[in-house]
């Protein structure tokens, strides 16, 4: 078998050689033999899916674009209520599973950068044809039509330009006939789902369309924290409603009005210590011993939306819409990872935001010619504030850590050996340790009078047990004396354990952005067809900083901010544009074998860092791709459906987050930096009917990443000049569905199983910290069984099911980071769902 580095190598020689290969050796050779007078449409086995992602009802494999599509029957067959539940079973495509307000998106490879408001995220989400902002991404949604997922850059089609890849949600619009249901949910940590929805027909033209869903679950991990006060670390408690009225004002015209509504009060995603200080180094013993004060995660989330659609002949239609989404959201996690006072930090994260979106499009449609036209204006505003909270017993550790560097450096360069400087005590631990503060002040007076005069007031001689008792009996009295003496207001005495010190950094935003985009395709002949699209985006950005003072317990003279220097309120002002498009070529070998060959451009507006003030001078750089796609579509033998893609993207200007710690700094910050990438990459999708009761799948993809990053400063203050970074990952996903001819009570069953994996990769990342190697299964793959064996009754109205996820129990452990990695030596990682199981219970009206 070759080695990772010989496929590696053979595969960056010819980026697009693996996919063409795969087809070739496909049933597209034979295809291609095949001669074009049996091209006639045969009438296949396997489902048909639609699709509107170009703005029309159009069946998948005649769509020229990379898309997945995510079904009801698939939402159902996979437990999905949340984006990040249905990652698994589309390639290319990532969602943060435990994060509700910060979740990000991720499209191969392109993901957002930090939780900074003055940027845009590179995946853009629309629900029900509205555009979602970055912490309102993450919907909790039932009664879903389909997902659809389209990657590589986009914007000829949508209301917002997308650098990465869109996601486009529908949901199911009222209906003018009456149907309701209801679903029940249980499982193991303590898991409670349940679902309601109702459509009433109240007259011959106006509906309503009521959906209500709440979502309750204990934590995956314990923590034994006794001292613990906040929400439940890792719990869920998520409740949605939506209400959609229809009103057909006439056989062309209708109207819909939504109302949704989306909830979250749940604990935040607990960083899982993995230190010398945390609970234990082994995170899959899924216990953590976190003192974060009241750890939460909120969000109150609601729309009023506006749907105006009207058909004016049999080519011509349109569609207004128009919507005002609002959200506050609070957000409280645990850095450090351990309940050791003296590392004590956690971030808190509110905002309060909303979102004035707008679109007006127009459709053509014949036999030969489409298009899809349209303008766009959004205003958001934007209010952000990020606090830091350490206690005092953090920054006398922080303290402690300088006043070693200090002192030692001293004694070696006066020629005194590293044993002789440990035999003095150093490094001391923590300076409120009687112990070491001894050892620190008879260094001290080795070279200062002053000091040597205070020991002697105190009756002692330096490395004395006599001074360790002094310093006991007399609590901050030598702090304060050697606080005053050196001018160090951060030596302070240990009266102050337990006193929260907070810096916040308040950020508020006013964007505008302004859309024209149009698309054209054509169909030539039976076989060939193309299509091209434009658009032209105008982002306008104001924002602003301002970091105030904040007390310290009682104030301490000369006590002042470390993280977050005091800055009086600094705006900034700038505008980016960018015009895009796409061109597509398609060739219909016949009518179930197509090849497209697109080349796509896309764009992601510059913006400000909300921690970083130094932005307000040097903004980060828009984020722009090109997008060269090779892909086949072919629907084989009644039975076979293939969907190959190759492709190669040049990101310029890539937005990345990355923790820095710049000169003089207390800890490390995330903050968003510019590179260069070259992603390339392909990804399969079969389909097989292989019998009448039986469908099998698979779904994967290989990418391989170039990177080319600007300096920074990194977590440990170092300035990082060689950022050249190089990474490949393979993953797939098998699915298989099975519905026997065994009838039982009139009902029919139904199996569904699906295997995930992911490659691991964490092993060339040349920043890899030392201790990952000692954290069992931080290298280990992602394994992933599921399965759900369903009933239903011949006329559907009821369905029972059980279900199992991770049946195997197989631990996938995260990255390692943190704001407190560097600075307290307290990286944190994250853990996947243990193995979980579970009933669903439905009823149809």
Known sequence: ???????????????????????????????????????????????????????????????????????????????????????????????????????????????????????????????????????????????????????????????????????????????????????????????????????????????????????????????LNPDYRGTELGSVNHRSARLAALWQLSDATKLQVSY???????????????????????????????????????????????????DFNEQWSGKFISSKRQWQVSGRDDADGTADKTRYLDTINFEDSDIFYNELQLNYNDDKLSFVGGMTYSKENVYQKTSLNILADTIARLTTDSLNQQLIGALQQNGLPDEMIAQMGLPADHIWNPQNWASMLSVMAMVDPSVAGLLQMLGAEPFSPELVAAIGATGDLTYDAIAGGLGVAEIFGPSNSGKMWSEDIINTGDFTSYGLYSDLDYQLNAQWGFTAGLRYSRDEKDFSWEIKERSFGQPLPGITNFLFPLMPELTASKSWSKLTGRAVARYNVDSNNMLYLSYATGYKSGGYDSLDPMSSQNPFAPEEVANIELGYKADLWQSLRVQLVAYQMDLTNRQRSVNSKAPDAGVAIPIVINGDQEIRGGELVLDWQASDSLKLGLVTEYRKTESKWQQFYNADGELVTDVEKSSAADSYTLTADWAPDYRLAGGAFKLHVDYVFEENTKADDPDILDIAYQIPGYFADTKNLNARLSWASHDDQWQLAVWGKNLTDNTTVGGLGGFAAAALGTPLTSLNAPRTVGVDVRYQF
């Open 1 to 223: 078998m070759a080695t990772q580095q010989q496929r590696t190598r053979g595969f960056r020689a010819q980026p697009l050689a693996w996919c063409i290969g795969l087809a070739l050796a496909s049933p597209l050779g034979t295809a291609l033999a095949q001669d074009n007078s049996n091209a006639e449409k045969t009438e296949t086995k396997i489902e048909t899916i639609t699709v509107t992602a170009q703005k029309r009802v159009q069946n998948v494999m005649d769509v020229p674009l990379a898309i997945d599509s995510v079904s009801a029957e698939d939402l159902t067959d996979t437990s999905s209520v949340l984006l990040g539940d249905i990652a698994d079973y589309t390639p290319g495509f990532k969602f943060s599973k435990e994060a509700v307000a910060q979740a990000s998106a991720e499209v191969r490879g392109i993901s957002s950068s930090n939780i900074s408001t003055g940027g845009d995220p590179s995946v853009a989400i629309f629900f029900d044809d509205f555009y979602l902002p970055r912490a309102a991404q993450s919907v909790l949604f039932s009664d879903m039509q389909r997902i659809e997922i389209l990657k590589g850059p986009q914007g000829t089609l949508f209301g917002k330009n997308a650098a990465a890849g869109v996601v486009n949600m529908i949901p199911n619009a009222p209906r003018l006939d009456d149907e309701a249901f209801v679903k029940a949910t249980l499982g193991d940590y303590a898991l409670q789902r349940f679902e309601l929805m109702g459509n009433k027909a109240l007259t011959d033209n106006f509906a309503l369309r009521l959906n209500l869903m709440s979502n309750k679950r204990d934590a995956y991990v314990d923590n």
């Open 260 to 310: 949704d509504w989306d909830d979250v009060d749940q604990g935040y995603a607990p960083g899982v210590g993995v230190s010398p200080y945390a609970y234990s180094l082994n995170p899959g013993d899924r216990k953590i011993e976190n003192d974060v004060v009241d750890g939460h995660e909120t969000r109150d989330m609601t729309a009023l939306s506006i749907k105006l659609l009207h």
